[in-house]
């Protein structure tokens, strides 16, 4: 992804969760100089991967494969003696029409919230022993209503619904086009980009950045070359 891609989509999550009445902690508008003098006693922000993430899993087109994310709190799976929470909370803004490929995770259970706006459709199916598609049922919960639904199902949720998912279960999503942006919050237990999540077709987590224009906002992946505490 080119760097005035990150730059703008982050600009345009800020604006949008003005329209969806989502307050941003300071620390969502820390430019590139505060991230590279924060203090110590600020380490939780980058040890935890606080803040944003703007990805296009590699493939080059944000607006049809991609991802908004800011993490407003988290614990460590690594380190838990440091950060015991044992939950996390995040911002999953979806653009209308936008998709997120298929993955699941090796320990994380995570509530999926539809927080307002368009309408979110959601693909299930149950991980095998060697990490391909199952073909058996998936259970799900959505709203504290437990259901089974089969392989490859498709559940949409409104505005206001949500759904649990389990380790191991895979899913994709898509903002159904022309139904607007959505304002998907993740309830979960601890999170770890790096070690605990399995795309289906190997989809880096990570897009490899053209440096077309200087840093406004810092990616969690920006911490290591900037963030010296």
């Given at each position: ?28 508008f ?100 060697k ?50 942006d ?48």
């Amino acid at each position: 992804m080119k760097r005035s891609e990150i730059n703008r989509h982050i600009q345009y999550i800020m604006d949008k969760a003005k329209d969806f009445n989502i307050p941003l902690p300071p620390f969502a508008f820390y430019k590139l100089n505060d991230w590279k003098n924060l203090g110590k006693e600020e380490c939780e922000l980058v040890d935890t991967m606080l803040g944003w993430g703007i990805t296009d899993f590699g493939k080059g087109n944000y607006n049809k494969c991609g991802l908004g994310i800011f993490t407003f709190r988290n614990g460590s799976q690594s380190a838990p003696q440091n950060y015991p929470k044992p939950y996390c909370e995040k911002l999953l803004f979806v653009s209308d029409g936008q998709m997120l490929p298929y993955h699941f995770h090796f320990s994380k259970m995570e509530d999926i919230i539809n927080r307002g706006g368009g309408i979110l459709e959601l693909t299930l199916y149950n991980a095998d022993e060697k990490e391909a598609f199952a073909d058996t049922n998936v259970t799900i919960t959505l709203d504290g209503k437990k259901l089974t639904v089969s392989a490859g199902s498709k559940v949409q949720l409104k505005p206001g619904q949500s759904i649990t998912l389990l380790p191991r279960q895979y899913h994709s999503w898509q903002g159904i086009p022309e139904t607007g942006d959505i304002a998907v919050f993740e309830v979960s237990k601890t999170n770890d980009d790096n070690m605990d999540n399995r795309f289906y077709d190997n989809t880096p987590w990570v897009p490899a950045v053209e440096e077309d224009e200087p840093v406004r906002y810092p990616v969690f992946d920006d911490y290591k070359k900037y963030v010296h505490l």
